[in-house]
T-cell receptor, first 109, second 119 residues
Framework: QTVVTQEPSLTVSPGGTVTLTCSSS?????????PNWFQQKPGQAPWALIY???NKYSWTPARFSGHLLGGKAALTLSGVQPEDEAEYYC?????????FGGGTNLTVL | EVQLVESGGDLVQPGGSLRLACAAS????????VTWVRQAPGKGLEWVAN??????????MDSVKGRFTISRDNAKNSLYLQMNSLRADDTAVYYC??????FGEGGDWGQGTLVTVSS
């Protein structure tokens, strides 16, 4: 069974930069895994941020960027805002299905 | 405005069945892959199943194969999830989502519908 692992929690100061990562039990994450990233706030549905590693949706704030880092998928937030406090999930493609990571709880403090 | 509205969630006994629906509006439903994702209370997201534009391709997570069936009616702009042999660990909020782009598995999401499996 494939397991996708994220940091359980991270803390960042307002205005700072933080990188969330997403690793796979099957080995290095590559662009072939088409990493997606989602933000979810309590009581709300998830909100898509990034698809296929680096691509942003029309609504994705510029401070969010997706990339690959050391065999993992990564989401970097630059100039963090208080409203970025949320749970973040990655989603990886294992043809033909997909697997979510366990989520990273990001605290802005 | 794109809208996805789930319905059909309920309290059901273990071993029972339930059919969820997702009504889509604001876009040409038949042009997009669609997906079901669930979230158990206090837990993370779990990808459940998806289906291509004309319904000819379906994919499922292992734990629901043979029990759940995803389907769609493009004439009614609707997505469905038939859930049989329900278990306590199927208890979750079930979301439908639309893949706007290739390999963008959930661009738009509904607000979810709660399924509770309990005796």
């Amino acid at each position: 069974q494939t397991v996708v692992t994220q940091e359980p929690s991270l803390t960042v100061s307002p205005g700072g930069t933080v990188t969330l990562t997403c690793s796979s039990s099957t080995g290095a994450v590559t662009s072939a895994s088409h990493p997606n990233w989602f933000q979810q706030k309590p009581g709300q549905a998830p909100w898509a941020l990034i698809y296929s590693t680096t691509n942003k949706y029309s609504w994705t704030p510029a401070r969010f960027s997706g990339h690959l880092l050391g065999g993992k998928a990564a989401l970097t937030l630059s100039g963090v805002q208080p409203e970025d406090e949320a749970e973040y999930y990655c989603l990886l493609h294992y043809f033909p299905t997909w697997v979510f990571g366990g989520g990273t709880n990001l605290t802005v403090l | 405005e794109v809208q996805l509205v789930e319905s059909g969630g309920d309290l059901v006994q273990p071993g029972g069945s339930l059919r969820l629906a997702c009504a889509a509006s604001g876009f040409t439903f038949s042009n997009y892959w669609v997906t079901w994702v669930r979230q158990a209370p206090g837990k993370g997201l779990e990808w459940v199943a998806n289906m291509n534009q004309d319904g000819s391709v379906t994919n499922y997570m292992d734990s629901v194969k043979g029990r759940f069936t995803i389907s769609r009616d493009n004439a009614k702009n609707s997505l469905y999830l038939q859930m049989n042999s329900l278990r306590a660990d199927d208890t979750a909020v079930y979301y439908c989502a639309r893949a706007i782009y290739d390999f963008g598995e959930g661009g738009d999401w509904g607000q979810g519908t709660l399924v509770t499996v309990s005796s």
